[in-house]
Every structure is written in structure tokens, then in C-alpha cells.
């Protein structure tokens, strides 16, 4: 079945960019029926939406994120990726991939998360 | 702030039932299908309700799901410590063109 694991640095500077990369194992990102998305939960805190790419690379954002996050897709690697710029502690949290059904809140299937921590 | 609103914790005792609520408006919940999550500390979270009432394969029909209007609920029969966890809803937002999500219920069985 299809699987999704992120990957990227555990600790950046503030002001600095965060890089992470959602790895799709067992299925191909190709799929037209999907968004890729992804989604963070700072500690203690809820769910928040970043934003999700669609296999052909069109995106959409957070309005709260939208000048700092770029979602991009590499359909040879079967991966997206998440670039964050100008981070604060503010955007420390545990950040995850998800498949999303198109159109849908359903979010069959979720990466095991990787916690970012932005300190100095 | 979220954008659906559920209460912040819930509990009951084993074997009782529980209900989770989740409120939205016409832009969400009230033109979209309400669907549900689980989340257990240091693992992926899980859908347990989507569609309004659909359960995934593997998820016990002690867990289901209703909608009406703009708001839907999750309701839990036969409590099991196990069961203790966070619960999100969540739906599409017409108006974001992406999913919203409540603040999450923290479920304690006592």
C-alpha cells in the first residue's frame, strides 16, 4: 500500500529556509484523483493545512503561509517537497505529508511526521 | 483559531459512549462531507470517518459518523482505554480550496 516518509534537517535558524521532503513509496504521485499535501501540529497545538500540489505542480497555500511556503512536486523521485522561508520559533512543530482525495478533507494516507525545531 | 470548532476534551468511562461535535459553516461541513481523525502521540494520524459515515477498512463500527447542516459529529460506543487520543475533523473549504480542520478533542477514558 502506499506510504509516505519525510525527511529533512531537525533544527534551523531562524530566519533561515526549512527544507523537507515527503518520499511516496508503494504508489505513484502521478495519480489524478490526489493533492499532496502538507500539514503541521505545533506541540500542544492542532492541525494546521499548508498547502498541497497536484501531479501536475499547480498549488495552493494557507492564506497565513502563502508568502513563505512553496510546495513543489518531482514525479521522476515520486516526491514533494516543502521549502519555508524566513522561519521563528513560531514554526516549530512536527510537519506531515498526506495524501488528499481531491476536492475532499480525506486524508487516507499520512507520513509518520518529522519534528522541526527553529532555534538559534 | 480553527476554522471548525469542536470542544477541547471529552471523556467517558469503558464501555460507555461518547460524542464528539464539530461545527462549521456553509463554505465547509455545510456543502462538503466531514471526516475524522485520530491521533495517537508519536504516530501518523489515522482516518477513522470519511464521507460523513464511512468507516476505512480496519476501523471498528464503534466508531461513526453523522452530518447535519454544518456540523457533524463522532460518536464512540463501547469505550476501550485504547480509544484514548486526540480526534480532528476536518472537510473540504470551498472558500481556502484546500481541507480546514478543527482543534482537535482530547478523548480521556477515565
Known amino acids: 500500500q502506499v506510504q509516505l516518509q519525510e525527511s529533512g534537517p531537525g533544527l534551523v535558524k531562524p530566519s533561515q529556509t526549512l527544507s523537507l521532503t515527503c518520499t511516496v513509496s508503494g504508489g505513484s504521485i502521478n495519480s489524478r484523483s490526489y493533492y499532496w499535501s502538507w500539514i503541521r501540529q505545533p506541540a500542544g497545538k492542532g492541525l494546521e493545512w499548508i498547502g498541497h500540489v497536484y501531479t501536475s505542480g499547480s498549488t495552493n497555500y494557507s492564506p497565513s503561509l502563502k508568502s513563505r511556503a512553496t510546495i513543489s512536486v518531482d514525479t521522476s523521485k515520486n516526491q514533494l517537497t516543502l521549502k519555508l522561508s524566513s522561519v521563528t520559533a513560531a514554526d516549530t512543530a512536527v510537519y506531515h505529508c498526506?495524501?488528499?482525495?481531491?476536492?475532499?478533507?480525506?486524508?487516507?494516507?499520512w507520513g509518520q511526521g518529522t519534528t522541526v525545531t527553529v532555534s538559534s | 483559531q480553527s476554522v471548525l470548532t469542536q470542544p477541547p476534551s471529552a471523556s467517558g468511562t469503558p464501555g460507555q459512549s461518547v460524542t464528539i461535535s464539530c461545527s462549521g459553516s456553509s463554505s465547509n461541513i455545510g456543502g462538503n462531507a466531514a471526516n475524522w481523525y485520530q491521533l495517537l502521540p508519536g504516530t501518523a494520524p489515522k482516518l477513522l470517518i470519511y464521507s460523513n459515515n464511512q468507516r476505512p477498512s480496519g476501523v471498528p463500527d464503534r466508531f461513526s459518523g453523522s452530518k447535519s447542516g454544518t456540523s457533524a459529529s463522532l460518536a464512540i460506543s463501547g469505550l476501550q482505554s485504547a480509544d484514548e487520543a486526540d480526534y480532528y475533523c476536518a472537510a473540504w473549504d470551498d472558500s481556502l480550496n484546500g481541507p480546514v480542520f478543527g482543534g482537535g478533542t482530547k478523548l480521556t477514558v477515565l
Open positions: 498526506a495524501r488528499n482525495l481531491l476536492g475532499s478533507g480525506k486524508l487516507d494516507v
